[in-house]
């Protein structure tokens, strides 16, 4: 047996063992759709809400946004006293919809 022989199941086996992760496939078809909108005019980019929206969560640990495209609307997430909290933001305005406490 060759080595390209012996090789080439194993490149076989490395190839299909390989994917992305289903959530990390839908982030980054969120941020594409959130570019997408803010490139329309649709939205604010997500820079210009986080810069609005964070120093009003003064004490808490920014952990990231999410962006859901059919309501135009951003989900701002932070950590708190190991309290998880969401602010929801509307992606037109930048102005708090909700926030869980």
């Known amino acids: 047996m060759t ?5 080439l199941p194993l490149l076989a086996l ?5 994917s992305v992760p289903a959530d990390a496939a839908d982030r980054r078809g969120e941020q594409n759709e959130a570019r997408a909108q803010m490139m329309a005019g649709k939205v604010k980019p997500i820079r210009w809400i986080e810069n609005r929206i964070l120093p009003k969560m003064a004490g808490s640990q920014y952990i ?10 951003y989900r701002l997430k932070f950590i708190r006293s ?3 909290i969401f602010v929801d933001v509307d992606g037109r305005t930048g102005s708090i919809l909700r926030q869980t406490r």
């Open 64 to 73: 990231g946004p999410e962006f859901d495209p059919s309501a135009q609307v």
């Open 14 to 18: 490395c190839l299909t063992s390989v």
């Open 3 to 7: 080595i390209k022989s012996a090789f």
């Open 82 to 84: 190991g309290r998880v």
